[in-house]
């Protein structure tokens, strides 16, 4: 990906889902470990429950069918 990609980051918080993020070549988890961002955009999981965290796998759509 070309440096220009990257010159404009932006968070977009999904109700009741994840984080969307543009722009970012990295994202550091609570752990400090660091996950290479190889896409333009990424969903980060903010519902913890997700089995590919840090990354949204869609897991927050049944919790909230669920109602827990
Ligand atoms: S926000 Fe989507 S799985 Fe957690």
Redesign the pocket.
Same mark, same amino acid.
């Not at 999981?45 to 997700?50: I, N």
């Not at 949204?56 to 759509?61: E, I, L, N």
């Given at each position: 990906m070309s440096p220009q990609a990257f010159e404009h980051s932006e968070v977009v918080l999904v109700p009741d $889902?994840?984080m969307l993020v543009r722009g970012v070549r990295s994202i550091e988890d609570a752990d400090g470990r660091v996950h290479a961002v190889e896409r333009p955009v990424v969903?980060l999981?903010? #519902?913890? %429950?997700?089995s590919r965290l840090p990354w #949204?796998? $869609?897991?927050? %759509?049944v919790i909230a069918r669920r109602g827990d």
């Open positions: $889902g994840p969903a999981c903010r #519902c913890e %429950k997700s #949204c796998d $869609g897991t927050h %759509k």
